[in-house]
């Protein structure tokens, strides 16, 4: 895992005159530290969204889902337009901690900590919309196989059943990676904060690490394959993701572009909140020496490519829909870009397609302003792609007696503002509680963490 | 069995190195020198440790494999038994035994046994959770969490010697030595 520096010149990971003790000093601090003033708010406002949430949780449920703007010919709208676009942004976590593991990019151990409690988080956030979708919430349970009085069993033909499946193992796998992740870290902190009552609770979480290399040599391979399990998982879970829709045979849906298409939103989409939200925490924390410029560049030209897959994928649609040769399929497409949707097919073309082929320029990709702005308008556009992609297929159909228009109410947008307040909540007591850089990881990055780094420089080893 | 020479109260000996390099030359001395019941301590792995140390490779691999076995047989006798022999529907006239819609449960199980397997095999191999280790009684120890690097050799190993034992870690580039209390 560690990296030779000496001999491949490249820009180092780690900005500044660290050594091993500065860099868990700088991050193991942070939750030591009164929480800063802006904290108190930003968990404030948090908080409020989150009573919001409940709130409208509380109202669906005692009203029932007509208070959503669903109903014939859309009976799906925000809520599972949500799911998707939440399930999409954890997924940039599970490629920044696997997949770049797998690939041996040292510079994934600044952010991939970090990348992984936004995954967490998110998967939470979307996993409340299925679950408050089903009417008779009380019966939620139905969708586990589990033994019943009544001899029934999950359809196992059905994609929203495989979506149980699929989210909640990478919701268990993406837990256990980041608790596999945090428990050297959490040793970190029991040893060195003051108070005995943090001492005691990192304790525990720590489960008694000592930092032997007997211990991690078994934690490094729970470590690659862990990696090397949830790589095919992240790809499925999204690929079933996408099922939900290609499984049905609504013209515009039942498509078999569908599985690597939703991946690389998802991915791209992903990215860009990581880039939110880490501009955000580098600034008000001071850890410019640890996500540094170059790392800000590497996300955007990840950023770049899978807006540019993305933008494929969008423009082999209309190409296989004339290709086919299938009326529906051709009518489907034509109303996406020309029908009542129009605003929002081009509201999504202009921010995932047109938006990132700014960061070919070297001085855009490298700007923060810049980085900020085109993280947030990707996001909206991954937005507007799901809602693209669920409306308008189910407003105009086979038969146009039967076409409609869909809106949201004023539920269906209090409810996802309130899904912000429960990932902000999480997230900044990440922030306050737990080491928001992985302090291990980034110590094997460092060019002193190489055995043969003095013997290079023709010290003493 | 101690021998009578070995201090009871003493767990056994701790001996600081400088930096990564200097770990990894003392721990080939240690173990060329044939003590068995000791270990390297650092904040993070390193690499070549584990051939320095003369470890043999971690059996976690196979005990994620056979997690991963289990969790195939679960899903896809999961999905098989109920949906053809204890709730056999006809659905759009499908087979009962409709293995390819079966493809996704048995894959995700497989995955989700595979993790549990490697996350909580894992800790078993490395004695945790482990409250109580006495380790912790030295307070220079707590560095090896953040950027010291020890040896520590136990008492209970057969080659421990009092001064001999020292005198090697001396000679291996130890900074500081000190005893461990049991």
Known sequence: ??????????????????????????????????????????????????????????????????????????????????????????????????????????????????????????????????GIHVGRIWLAYWMFPFP???????????????????????????????????????????????????????????????????????????????AGLATPLVLSVHTIVSFDFAVSIIPGWHTTIFPPYFVAGAIFSGFAMVMTLMLLAR??????????????????????????????????????????????????????????????????????????????????????????ILSIVVNIGMWFERFVITVTSLAQDFLPSSWGYYSPTWVDILTYLGTFGLFFTFFLLFLRFLPMVSMAEIKMVMPQADPHYNESKGGHA | MKSPMKSDSVYGILAEFNGTGGLLNAAKLVSKAGYTKWDTYSPFPIHGMDDAMNLKPSILGRIVFAHGILGFLLGA???????????????????????????????????????????FGMFFLNNMPKHHNKLFNSERFKRATDDGFFIVIETDDDLYNESKTADLLRQAGAIHIEPISA
């Open chain 1, 283 to 372: 600034k008000l924390y001071g850890l410019e020496d640890i996500m540094t410029i170059n790392h800000i560049e590497k996300m955007n030209l990840i950023i770049l490519v899978t807006g540019n897959m993305v933008g494929f994928a969008y423009i082999m649609e209309f190409f296989i829909a004339w290709y086919s040769g299938v009326t529906y399929e051709k009518a489907a497409f034509i109303n996406r870009a020309m029908g009542p949707y129009a605003w929002a097919y081009w509201t999504m073309f202009l921010c995932n397609v047109i938006s990132p082929q700014f960061f070919w320029s070297k001085k855009m990709r490298t700007s923060i302003v810049a980085s900020f």
């Open chain 2, 77 to 119: 006798g999961l999905t098989i038994w109920t949906s053809s022999i204890a709730y056999a529907h006809n659905i759009s006239g499908k087979p009962f035994a409709n293995i390819p819609s079966y493809v996704p449960v048995t894959f995700e199980l497989t995955i989700l046994l595979s993790a549990f397997g490697a996350v």
């Open chain 1, 148 to 226: 019943n009085g009544m001899q029934m069993w999950p359809n196992f033909n059905s994609p929203l059943l495989w979506d149980v499946f699929a989210v909640g193992t990478y919701f268990t796998v993406s837990l256990l990676f980041w608790y596999v992740g945090l428990v050297p870290d959490f040793a970190t902190l029991r040893d060195r904060v003051k108070s005995s009552i943090g001492a005691k609770v990192y304790g525990f979480f720590a489960l008694g690490w000592t930092g032997g290399n007997r211990q991690w040599q078994h934690y490094e391979k729970a470590y690659l394959l862990l």
């Open chain 1, 1 to 130: 895992m560690s990296q030779t520096s000496t001999y491949v010149p490249e820009k180092p990971l780690v900005e500044g005159n660290h050594t091993f003790g500065s860099l868990t000093a700088l991050i193991g601090d942070i939750t030591e530290k009164p929480a800063p003033t802006w904290w108190y708010i930003a968990f404030g406002i948090s908080n409020l969204l989150l009573g919001l949430l409940l709130t409208m949780i509380g109202y669906l449920i005692w009203e029932g889902t007509g208070v959503w703007g669903i109903t014939n010919p859309v009976g799906w709208g925000w809520a599972i337009i949500n799911f998707v676009w939440w399930v999409g942004i954890g997924h940039a976590g599970t490629l920044i901690s696997a997949i770049l593991f797998l690939f041996r990019q040292g510079w994934r151990t600044a952010i991939n900590r970090f990348a992984e409690a936004m995954t967490i988080f998110a998967v939470i956030c979307a996993l409340i919309f299925p």
